[in-house]
């Protein structure tokens, strides 16, 4: 079956750049997208179809999908970033996430 | 703005059956071609999706639940349920509806849902 692979932690420094990977089988063939969970919060979709961003998503947040490697990109990374981010993407109509990265901003 | 509510018993013996209801608000749920999904999260644990639903009825369901698994609509109601059947307490978890079939946005705020005697 269809997996995403997601490191367990990241960590960055404020205003420093933050890179979140999520690997899948030829995951850069599919659309890849990225959740922000706050402590206590719901998930927010934070960028769809591999490198969009919804409405009231700041700049800051990028997405690439490529081969068998998604990434997000918090650029200028701020202390009200630090969350568990997920990605996501779907095989065969079945809904895949990966298992979480806590981002960490210290 | 779309917002959706999740509402439900918090607390389910084992063996017994979960039914949860999704209230939708601000938007028709049978309008736009949207789906509709259910998504839980174990404590402390990932998210895992359970399924959606079309306003027509058209369901699909993640293969590990879908012997166990009904998602239903109501559009008189502009509400859609989730019912769980021979839960244990692997079945321990927040649960969310949010909107969409491959992606989801929004989400409701999520309810506790634990399975207990």
């Known amino acids: 079956s269809f997996e995403l692979t997601q490191p367990p932690s990241v960590s960055v420094s404020p205003g420093q750049t933050a890179s979140i990977t999520c690997s899948g089988d030829k995951l850069g063939a599919k659309y890849a997208c990225w959740y922000q969970q706050k402590p206590g919060q719901s998930p927010v979709l934070v960028i769809y179809h591999n490198n969009k961003r919804p409405s009231g998503i700041p700049e800051r947040f990028s997405g690439s999908n490529s081969g068998n490697t998604a990434t997000l990109t918090i650029s200028g990374t701020q202390a009200m970033d630090e969350a568990d981010y997920y990605c996501?993407?779907?095989?065969?109509?079945?809904?895949?996430f990966g298992g979480g990265t806590k981002l960490t901003v210290l | 703005q779309v917002q959706l509510q999740e509402s439900g018993p918090g607390l389910v013996k084992p063996s017994q059956t979960l039914s949860l209801t999704c209230t939708v608000s601000g938007g028709s749920i049978s309008s736009d071609n949207y789906y509709w999904s259910w998504i839980r999260q174990h404590p402390g644990k990932g998210l895992e999706w359970i399924g959606y639903i079309y306003y027509s009825g058209s369901t699909y369901y993640t293969p590990s639940l879908k012997s166990r698994v009904t998602i239903s609509v109501d559009t008189s109601k502009n509400q859609f349920s989730l019912k769980l059947t021979s839960v244990t307490a692997a079945d321990t978890a927040v649960y969310y509806c949010a909107r969409g079939q491959h992606l989801f946005d929004p989400w409701g705020q999520g309810t506790l849902v634990t399975v207990s005697s």
């Open positions: 996501q993407a779907w095989d065969s109509s079945n809904v895949v």
